[in-house]
């Protein structure tokens, strides 16, 4: 079954430190997104990504953070100058058609830990 | 009011219980509804979607009330692999993008 990737599994940076985490998308997939989980809280949507440019962002998505598409198959976010609370698990997934009941598939997700 | 409330338990039931998760949301135009799980530390996966005439799946079944913006979950003869958090998901779309929400969760823990 094909499956969503993300690297690092895990990731440790200092306060301040530029981030880049990256996500390989299901090759045929078209909409891309970007979430993340504190721990213990719930899944936070930050962004999507639709024909190479983003489609929506929440609140939380701000300077601070940008997505890519390098390739044409690598999904990247970047996180500029990392902050103690942006310390928390980020999912990317993916999905193929707008369809209303078109399934995310998510990736296994990179825990970032700022210090 | 929050966009999608799930009580969050944590749920604790014997194997072999029947177990329901309710949840409400507040945007009257959503319009697509899942159940997903998800286990500690791993990715949330989709267990169901969920529509409006109701669907089942094996021991599972989702219901969808619109008029109250009720979603429920049933769970029928609990396995210890069921112990997870079920996730209520919520999705409304727009011209060119969708919104997708995620409630907190609720936990279930199933015990021998």
């Known amino acids: 079954e094909p499956e969503v990737t993300q690297t690092p599994s895990h990731q440790v940076t200092q306060m301040g430190q530029e981030v880049i985490l990256r996500c390989v998308p299901i090759?045929?997939?078209?909409?891309f997104y970007w979430y993340r989980q504190i721990l213990g809280q719930k899944v936070e949507f930050l962004v999507s990504?639709?024909?190479?440019?983003?489609?929506?962002k929440s609140e939380i998505f701000d300077d601070q953070f940008s997505v890519e598409r390098p390739d044409g198959s690598n999904f990247t976010l970047k996180i500029r100058s990392t902050k103690l609370e942006d310390s928390a698990m980020y999912f990317c997934?993916?999905?193929?058609?707008?369809?209303?009941?078109?399934?995310?598939?998510f990736g296994p997700g990179t825990r970032l830990l700022v210090l | 009011r929050k966009e999608v409330e799930q009580d969050p338990g944590p749920f604790n039931v014997p194997e072999g219980a029947t177990v329901a998760f309710n949840c409400t949301y507040s945007?009257?135009?959503?319009?697509?509804f899942f159940w997903y799980r998800q286990d500690c530390r791993k990715e949330p996966k989709l267990l169901m979607s969920?529509?409006?005439s109701g669907n089942e799946d094996g021991r599972f079944t989702a219901q969808l009330n619109r008029a109250s913006q009720y979603i429920s979950l049933l769970i029928r003869d609990s396995k210890l692999s069921d112990s997870a958090t079920y996730l209520c998901?919520?999705?409304?779309?727009?011209?060119?993008?969708?919104?997708?929400?995620f409630g907190s969760g609720t936990r279930l823990s199933i015990r021998p």
């Open positions: 997934a993916s999905i193929g058609l707008a369809g209303a009941q078109e399934t995310q598939y």
């Open positions: 090759s045929n997939h078209l909409y």
């Open positions: 990504f639709y024909n190479n440019e983003i489609s929506e």
């Open positions: 945007n009257s135009a959503s319009q697509s």
């Open positions: 969920v529509y409006s």
């Open positions: 998901v919520v999705q409304e779309y727009y011209s060119s993008a969708s919104k997708i929400i």
